[in-house]
T-cell receptor, first 114, second 110 residues
Framework: DTAVSQTPKYLVTQMGNDKSIKCEQN?????MYWYKQDSKKFLKIMFS???????INETVPNRFSPKSPDKAHLNLHINSLELGDSAVYFC?????????????FGSGTRLTVV | GEDVEQSLFLSVREGDSSVINCTYT??????LYWYKQEPGAGLQLLTY?????DMKQDQRLTVLLNKKDKHLSLRIADTQTGDSAIYFC??????????FGSGTRLLVRP
């Protein structure tokens, strides 16, 4: 019954590996997002998709590639993982791209690169 | 672009009121939000305010907006230990991106 669900919840991997994080929402929302939260709790938007179309692509290394097979799913694939990629990654969704709807967040994926 | 700032830490005694402050830079931001993050959890939307409003109240929560000074505050009345969390202020910028502050860690002492 979780509105926005992410898997896995924890991910520990070695430098250089490739990994994916999956996100699904069952709210019927049109827009989905990926945010990165660093160790100081600072949240920064990475990507946004509206109905499978990329609409926000912040300055993120091209090792990060989002994929949206349909409007209920937004996955994040990361190639050649680096130590600095360690963070908590949050998926979120909203009904529209504009206000006032707030975003509904998933519970996060804690990625640790060793 | 939009920049949102908050103080990092607030400690209050249980039963007192808590006031968390936030400033933003983009005067075109039309909606401002407060989110709560408990340990190990995602962000929970608490409330939001439209920029043509000065105040919004929702049970124990009161949001005050000073648009001239670009200052937003969240007041929690009768603060409880369960209110201990990180509170994020966020502004929706002109390209509809939600820009977050650094979060204020609220500690409620018994």
């Amino acid at each position: 019954d979780t509105a926005v669900s992410q898997t896995p919840k924890y991910l520990v991997t070695q430098m250089g590996n490739d990994k994916s994080i999956k996100c699904e929402q069952n709210l019927g929302h049109d827009t989905m997002y990926w945010y990165k939260q660093d160790s100081k709790k600072f949240l920064k938007i990475m990507f946004s998709y509206n109905n499978k179309e990329l609409i926000i692509n912040e300055t993120v290394p091209n090792r990060f590639s989002p994929k949206s097979p349909d409007k209920a799913h937004l996955n994040l694939h990361i190639n050649s993982l680096e130590l600095g990629d360690s963070a908590v990654y949050f998926c979120a969704s909203s009904l529209n791209t504009g206000p006032p709807d707030g975003y509904t967040f998933g519970s996060g994926t804690r990625l640790t690169v060793v | 672009g939009e920049d949102v700032e908050q103080s990092l830490f607030l400690s209050v005694r249980e039963g007192d009121s808590s006031v968390i402050n936030c400033t933003y830079t983009d005067s075109s931001s039309t909606y401002l939000y407060w989110y709560k993050q408990e340990p190990g959890a995602g962000l929970q939307l608490l409330t939001y305010i439209f920029s043509n409003m000065d105040m919004k109240q929702d049970q124990r929560l009161t949001v005050l907006l000073n648009k001239k000074d670009k200052h937003l505050s969240l007041r929690i009345a009768d603060t409880q230990t369960g209110d201990s969390a990180i509170y994020f202020c966020a502004a929706m910028d002109s390209s509809y991106k939600l820009i977050f502050g650094s979060g204020t860690r609220l500690l409620v002492r018994p």
